[in-house]
């Protein structure tokens, strides 16, 4: 029997070189048969035309079998491990979680080998990306984009001036914005709907440094003929930095916005989900953080760059136990300045962070958005760094700095929706057609849906998930991958430490049919394959990867293996225990809302009972919050009747009287609790800047500009005792592996006395919290009695109601006081707590 040789490669689609003996592992025997017994084989290592590794190998099979399907997949060693399976794509089954490839054998043309390609991810596959040829020293330049329905695609050039390339009806406007000197240049369709240019056919394409930051658009004659300009989704830069939408006129002042203002024709002013996409050398760093003139003159390698990335005496924390998370929305900073936070201000920060004490930052979504003005939650380029913050290097020397300090980065990434001004973007990116409109879920055809009247309904399939815009389309591999090997480049291009994946719950329970609202499950299904491709990626490439999710199903298995069924994140935010600890408007009353209801200044009994259930589940892997940007944003409360917007913690704490003299003490006091509970939990602790110094403006989406906090200034005067006492707090914490473990017990709760207390422990250390949202101190002592009390002394380590916290020092002036037979008789000062260490 003649043999029909099958070439297989894996491609990394990244330059570390981290997996070691690979193995391709396919169902074939030794003669090249189909078998049950999967057998492997040694794979070759090499470095492929992206400049990257990769892993090739041919197997021979007999073309006695042309006509069978084979599977097949590869193993590797890692420092994560060694036998790891090397395919984290689960098949297109939703009956299923396997991870292989298949194929059909089938005859080769002209003797040639038959070609079996994976590519973990796609970082530098698509998009404009070096492209290394044979015997060439210099990388050539190859563009690629996934348009499976387009009729045509070329990529085109336009100029550093304006950034835009207008409709193709302006195509003879003398400010089209077209480069008339340079290309364009066809791209070919390949396999997957790929289409990429050919070195052979666009011979300029040769040399990469020729195009280096040079504007380009894909130029595509869509499914139905029609010419549109899109920018390119794997774009490292988009060009705009302001917030105009040319709307497709020629970027120039001879135009008018809809407000019947002339345009600019400066780039600067163009919204970058809009503009031109730029073309940048991936391996190359600026070397000076900002230059007066774009493009930057001085580029260094990134391995210069990040060569004294890291220091001995400030490790940066590498488990989610071990952080203690500061929610830093860049945009927000920069106060007293007519203009957005940036990257700059960022960097000033880190001083006073690192005073404060936390050891992680988590910055609000950093990729490409709508506007300069904006939370950063309309993501349009995955790939491009929000250039009205600085950009792509920027933000590689704000993580460098942060690592130098010892601090983790941790990026806020919306994978639920698109921007939902996406036009250019992925909206409609090469059909007209719904049902083709290749990044977002649609279900049937659009003929399918009507209005009650008989109208027409297109959008109807579309899916909503709560988020603000349709559900991309997750059962596309190549719309995963998008997604997935945007987070692999922030690891590894940008050294990001982890990632706050947004709204899970959206992609995995909440998609339902636009028409109508029915639940679509297999979209859910889909939603769950990707997040456990998404998770099994990054362990894979980076086991210490800090994979947190915003999930509010408490769904146990977002924090479990997706070997055993589960998502594969390390942690998922826990909302719950911030609506029992302060709660808004919205909630019922099955939330206890301790602060908001302390605030009233009355008595009653509180709902301690409700919160303690939330304090003990703080241990299945949560990363609690007393505040963070969505409840300081979203929440609301009624006044007066009248429905108030955003309220910050220590505003809650005094029901919004006037933060002056006893009240501002009182209010502190009880913002003391607060935040005690949340960095005394078992656990991850966060909190949104500004909450450290008693920040009380409201922080809303549409005018958070206008309501920027003087962070530095304010740690200095009327936050100092707030600030201070989140300093010892925190330190507390990260001083005590018993504070970090996951062990927690709630030993006593008393709702009419508003006395709550609870046992933190490890291998090594046990401590008794015991706290109190009492008006009046408990200044003879307050008896608890549980068995789960350790006979012997305790001896008190942190008192809230201290005098440098702006206290009244009632507590036990750190003695040592005991236990006996489960009982132990503490003093407990009013609105606050004090812990113990046992001897």
Excluded at 25 to 37: A, H, M
Excluded at 193 to 201: A, H, K, L, N, Y
Excluded at 537 to 543: A, E, Y
Excluded at 548 to 574: K, N, R
Aim: charged letters at 20%; proline letters at 5%; glycine letters at 8%.
């Amino acid at each position: 029997m003649a043999k029909i040789p099958v070439q297989f490669t894996y491609f990394t689609g990244f330059k570390r070189a981290i997996f070691n003996n690979p193995r391709l592992i396919g169902s074939w025997d030794e003669n090249g048969r189909y078998s049950q017994q999967w057998r492997s084989q040694q794979m070759q290592q090499m470095i492929g035309e992206d400049g990257c590794p990769c892993f090739q190998t041919t197997v021979e099979l007999d073309d006695s079998q042309i006509g069978w399907l084979f599977r097949w997949g590869v193993m590797v060693d890692s420092p994560a491990g060694n036998n790891l399976w090397g395919i984290p794509t689960e098949i297109n089954d939703s009956n299923s979680s396997d991870r292989y490839r298949s194929f059909t054998l089938q005859s080769p043309d002209n003797s040639q080998s038959l070609q079996q390609i994976y590519y973990l991810v796609h970082s530098r596959r698509v998009g404009a990306q070096p492209y290394y040829i044979p015997g060439q020293s210099q990388p050539a330049l190859r563009f690629a984009v996934w348009s499976p329905n387009a009729r045509n695609v070329e990529v085109v050039f336009g100029n550093r001036s304006s950034g835009y390339i207008a409709d193709d009806v302006f195509r003879n406007d003398p400010d089209f914005g077209m480069n008339p000197n340079l290309g364009p240049f066809p791209l070919l369709r390949t396999d997957e709907g790929i289409w990429q240019t050919d070195v052979t056919v666009s011979p300029e394409l040769a040399d990469f440094s020729r195009f280096d930051h040079i504007p380009y658009m894909f130029r595509i004659v869509n499914e139905g003929g029609r010419v549109v300009y899109r920018t390119d989704l794997y774009s490292r830069c988009q060009i705009g930095k302001g917030n105009i939408n040319p709307d497709g006129k020629p970027f120039s002042n001879r135009y008018r916005d809809t407000e019947d203002r002339p345009f600019s024709g400066n780039y600067q002013d163009l919204d970058g989900t809009k503009s031109c996409s730029v073309i940048v050398n991936p391996d190359t760093v600026t070397r000076n953080f900002q230059e007066p003139v774009w493009p930057e003159l001085e580029f260094i390698p990134e391995e210069e760059f990040w060569s004294n990335e890291f220091s001995l005496e400030r490790p940066v924390p590498q488990r989610v136990e071990d952080l203690v998370i500061y929610e830093l929305h860049v945009g927000a900073l920069g106060y007293g300045q007519n203009r957005p936070g940036d990257f700059q201000d960022a960097i000033n920060l880190l001083p006073y962070l690192v005073e404060l004490g936390v050891n992680a930052v988590e910055l609000l979504p950093m990729s490409e958005f709508r506007d300069e003005v904006n939370w950063g939650y309309e993501t349009s380029h995955y790939f491009a760094l929000e250039y009205s913050a600085g950009g792509r290097d920027q933000l590689k020397h704000f993580v460098r700095e942060c690592h130098r300090y010892g601090i983790a980065v941790i990026l806020d990434v919306v994978y639920n929706h698109f921007n939902p001004d996406g036009e250019r973007a992925e909206w409609a990116y090469d059909s007209d057609i719904p049902e083709h409109n290749s990044y977002y879920w649609y279900e049937g055809n659009s003929s399918d849906y009507f209005y009650p009247d008989g109208r027409s309904f297109p959008e109807g399939g579309y899916l909503d998930n709560l988020s603000t815009g349709f559900a991309p389309r997750f059962y596309e591999e190549i719309v995963r991958k998008m997604f997935i090997s945007s987070a692999v480049t922030l690891m590894e291009e940008f050294h990001v430490d982890g990632f706050r994946v947004d709204q899970t719950t959206s992609m995995h329970s909440y998609n339902q049919l636009h028409a109508d609202g029915r639940p679509v499950s297999n979209a859910n299904i889909f939603g769950a394959k990707f997040l456990r491709e998404w998770t099994r990626t990054m362990k894979l490439i980076q086991s210490n990867a800090l994979l947190i999710a915003e999930d509010h199903s408490d769904w146990e298995p977002v924090t479990e293996s997706p070997d055993v069924g589960g998502l594969g994140f390390d942690a998922a935010w826990y909302a719950n225990f911030y609506h029992h600890l302060i709660g808004d408007a919205r909630q019922g009353t099955e939330y206890a809302k301790l602060i908001p209801t302390a605030g009233y200044g009355t008595n009653e009994p509180l709902a301690l009972d409700r919160f303690a259930g939330a304090l003990g589940w703080s241990g299945h892997r949560k990363v609690v919050y007393h505040e963070s940007h969505d409840e300081a944003g979203n929440s609301y409360y009624e006044q007066g009747g009248l429905r108030v917007e955003s309220r910050r913690t220590i505003v809650s704490a005094a029901n919004s009287a006037p933060l002056i003299g006893e009240t501002r003490r009182y209010a502190e006091a009880r913002c003391h609790f607060a935040v005690g509970m949340s960095i005394l939990s078992a656990g991850t602790p966060m909190f949104l800047m500004g909450e450290e110094i008693g920040a009380q403006k409201p922080y809303r989406y549409s005018d958070f500009m206008a309501n920027r906090e003087d962070l530095l200034g304010d740690r200095q005067t009327i936050g100092q005792r707030l600030f201070r006492f989140y300093q010892d707090l925190i330190q507390l914490r990260r001083n005590h592996s018993g504070m970090r473990s996951h062990l927690i017990d709630i030993l006593y709760v008393h709702n009419a006395n508003r006395v709550i207390a609870f046992r933190r422990w490890d291998i090594s250390e046990e401590f008794l919290v015991v706290a109190s949202l009492n008006n009046q101190p408990f200044s003879s002592g307050y008896t608890i009695n549980n068995s789960r009390i350790g006979d012997g002394q305790w001896h008190e380590i942190f008192n809230s109601d201290a005098a440098l916290y702006g206290g009244n020092s009632i507590g036990n002036f750190g003695a040592d006081i005991s236990a006996t037979n489960g009982y132990i008789h503490p003093i407990v000062p009013a609105n606050g707590f004090v812990v113990f260490q046992r001897h």
